[in-house]
């Protein structure tokens, strides 16, 4: 089961559930395909100043310096793209092979998505839209996922995620890029939007320990009942420092 | 001049081929086989690779604490030196070609000890291992085709030269191939375990800096498979429908040492 790597973790006490309601249908409508969770993250502290790095190589192309902005909160609803939602602990069938696929592409000297998520099963599909080498190094702790050469006009790279895990994404020729990808074992997780919203689908009925992430935000847990059928709303706030 | 350095590129690869290409029948391992293994390992491994195979014997902390490549870390299950694609584990044939020839500079070669005591070696080395990277992976297709069909020529060598600038391979070992790329520093290369990797790692002008082993199939398979834990990507994809690019770049960096390799 994929675990958040250690870091700032947030006590359950501070998490403002601001709202948590069921909404009851009938068995005939949304039939047997579980319960869902649908929510928003906030945060409504003040956000740092973006971080300015120094570009290594490629001037022409990377320019001198890039801005990196991990904190990025829609201003009209406060909601914090790219945490990651996992609710853990729920049995789902092993996948070796699923029909899902998800991109990584390097364009304009940047990975995109900086923050990705993917199941375990699904092919993830390395491209290079820039015009010069990259190469995409993702690793797990001391382990390699993938170092790949990708050339300029290259073809894309697709890989098959064979492991649950948080994994760093880099490319050694330049060294400001920097991204992560988390793969997990499951179904059950999701990745705000640039509202902050999410959508988990197909939940089980039962008590549920779930996990936020926010790559400087930090970690923090909760738990979130699921209902037979319906819709759960949940929000969270990230606690102000 | 041509002549002589032809002669002896050809003597190199050959005698890479005849060196390297190691055939050997592996037993089934049994309880007496492991320990057989881990009696040879005590006596000979454990220096650099320690009690446990974390890489952290006495002679790897004092000889290569500050630089790459540490000695291996058994426990990752994952090998610079091997056949597979990059992510993945080994054949059970890489671990006994490491050991058969030994890292250039870092590691001796045990191609004296008998066969069947390296095999017994692959077998404890492999209880080492994290359980996800026990299994026996299957080596890139690139290898199973076994020899190259392209010549080495002046012009092969010229094309070499121009795939090496293609695919920018002097962004890290330079405009010279001596790893002098100009904010060396800048780059700022390490390993998986945060180790700084030198311009003399990068030296194609030196075959002792080929670790993977100097002989053109040996550079071909550092092409293919790129060295896990390092920068070296793998440029398997770059190179699909185009393998005889990949031979040309390897004559132009046999060239580079003028066929003066180990």
Known sequence: MQKFPPMRLLSTAVIIVSSIMAFWVSPSFGDSVGSTIVGRVTFHGSIPPAQQLNVNKDHDICGLTVTVQPLIVDESTHGVRDVVINVEGIESPTVERDSGVEDLTNKGCAFIPRIGVVRVGQILNLRNEDPMLHNTHIRMGKRTFVNVAQVVDGRLIPRLVTEPGFMSVNCDKHRFMQGYLIAFDHPFFAITDATGQFRIEGLPPGRWKASIWHEILGTIQTEVTVPERGEVSVNVEYPTP | ?262
């Open chain 2, 1 to 262: 001049m041509l002549l002589r350095f032809h002669f002896l590129t050809v003597i190199l690869v050959i005698g890479g081929l005849l060196v390297s290409n190691v055939h050997a029948i592996q037993t089934e391992p049994t309880p007496e086989i492991i320990a057989r293994g881990k009696i040879l390992y005590d006596r000979s491994c454990i220096f650099c690779h320690g009690v446990q195979g974390k890489g952290d014997g006495p002679a790897a902390f004092f000889g290569a604490s500050y630089w790459a490549p540490r000695a291996s870390d058994f426990t990752v299950g994952q090998y610079k030196f091997r056949s597979t694609a990059s992510g993945k584990s080994h054949t059970d044939e890489d671990l006994f070609r490491i050991i058969t020839n030994g890292v250039p500079g870092y590691m001796p070669p045990f191609v004296g000890w008998p066969e069947e005591d390296r095999w017994h070696v692959v077998s404890y080395v492999k209880t080492l291992h994290s359980t996800n990277s026990r299994h026996n992976e299957k080596p890139l297709e690139t290898f199973q085709i076994g020899t190259q069909n392209v010549p080495l020529t002046v012009e092969s060598i010229e094309q070499g030269r121009q795939v090496y600038f293609k695919f920018e391979c002097d962004a890290c070992h330079g405009h010279n191939a001596r790893g002098d790329v100009p904010d060396f520093e800048a780059q700022d290369l390490k390993d998986n375990l945060g180790m700084p990797i030198r311009p003399t790692d990068l030296d194609l002008t030196n075959p002792y800096s080929f670790k993977n082993g100097a002989a053109a199939h040996d550079i071909f398979g550092t092409l293919m498979t790129g060295l896990i834990g390092t920068p070296m990507p793998s440029y398997a994809d770059a190179f699909a429908q185009h393998e005889d690019d990949a031979w040309h770049l390897v004559h132009y960096i046999l060239s580079l040492s003028q066929g003066s390799g180990p």
